[in-house]
């Protein structure tokens, strides 16, 4: 199963996902991304992919 949805990279640097602060490079700061949750596996994404996160539960 596949959700998806957005975020704005705040100061901080740190991007919320199911209760899980995920870092992001600082070019990144302001900007919208977006997440990507494949088979337990999440995705991160501006434009193209930025960062993979390992499996979590």
Known sequence: MEKSFKQIVPQ??????NGA???VPSEFMGKTI???E???ELYIYH?????CSSCYK
């Open 21 to 23: 602060e995920y870092s």
């Open 34 to 36: 977006s997440f990507r």
């Open 38 to 40: 494949i088979n337990h």
């Open 12 to 17: 901080t640097l740190l991007v919320r996902y």
């Open 47 to 51: 434009n193209t992919k930025i960062n």
